[in-house]
């Protein structure tokens, strides 16, 4: 007897791009629990090369770190057509004095503030990537 | 204004009650019965309904204006934003006088006063553009310091919220 595989739908990639360990750390905490695929980088650079690399669905990327920031990382995948609609969550420090609009206007898709609220950032995550 | 304009693309058609999701900056209006949702934060959503054709539809928009570098993404801004989603309800045969708007949205989720004043400033935006072409706001769910899940029906302009 023959037994078809159940249809599953592809596992979402997501790239996670802080300076700050700790803070990938529990990004990664909260989001493998929903079965994403997890990748990471530690600056926008960095975010630059594994977003060609790698090609993820969805990036959570801090806004302020070394090389080049979140709001400079954004812009550039903005810029280029291959990733000029790659859904991009910036993270923002609640209380801190942080140019939302700047984030806007640099083409982000939603931001999630520190410190992160597991349910927000998932139904963010979850709503961007249409699930 | 539409016609010049690169948007984000927007399903016309769909099979009944198929779900889908509004992205930020996208604008879509479903002629089929259709169920749209999205996720607020100061980011507002403008729900149109027609009473009569029973057709719907939903901008999310993040920011109030334009500062005139950027028209690549105009759904992505208040006030062009709301002025496309009435131009697409019109292309489908929907008139002002049969049209009513639902806001959601507008949320104050960052610290700084500045940051925070970007959800109230959207959602003036949105009433501004609605009330210069006379479409009355039958309901509205703004404000606050939490995000929002929002489902919108567009056969019967049922709209449910819950906080996140």
């Known amino acids: ?131 | 204004l539409a016609s010049s304009l690169e948007l984000p693309a927007m399903p016309r058609h769909t099979a009944p009650g198929v779900r889908l999701p509004v992205l930020p900056g996208q604008i879509t209006v479903c002629l089929d019965s259709t169920v749209l949702s999205t996720v607020l934060g100061s980011c507002v959503a403008v729900c149109v309904w027609d009473s009569k054709l029973q057709i719907g539809g939903m901008s999310h928009f993040l920011l109030p204006h334009h500062l005139g570098r950027r028209h690549g993404e105009p759904g992505r801004f208040g006030e062009l934003a709301v002025s496309i989603l009435i131009e697409r309800m019109t292309e489908f045969g929907s008139r002002a006088g049969h049209l009513q708007a639902k806001l959601f949205g507008g949320a104050a989720l960052s610290g700084t006063s500045q940051a925070r004043a970007l959800g109230t400033r959207n959602v003036e935006v949105a009433r501004q553009a609605l009330a210069a072409r006379g479409i009355p706001v039958v309901s509205e769910e703004v404000g606050g310091e939490r995000g929002r899940k929002l489902i919108f029906a567009t056969d019967d302009g049922e709209a449910w919220v819950c906080w996140i």
């Open chain 1, 1 to 131: 007897m023959l037994i078809q595989p159940e249809a599953r739908p592809m596992t979402k990639k997501i790239l996670l791009v802080d300076d700050a360990m700790m803070i990938v750390m529990l990004e990664k905490k909260i989001l493998a629990k929903e079965g994403f695929e997890l990748i990471t980088a530690k600056d926008g650079q960095e975010a630059l090369e594994k977003v060609a690399s790698e090609q993820p669905d969805l990036v959570v990327m801090d806004v302020n770190m070394p090389r080049l920031t979140g709001l400079e990382a954004c812009a550039r995948l903005r810029q280029d057509d291959a990733t000029r609609g790659l859904p991009v969550i910036l993270v923002t420090t609640k209380g801190q004095e942080c140019d939302l609009e700047a984030g806007y206007r640099s083409g982000c898709s939603d931001y999630v503030t520190k410190p992160i609220d597991s349910v927000e950032l998932v139904t963010k995550v979850r709503g961007l990537l249409g699930l």
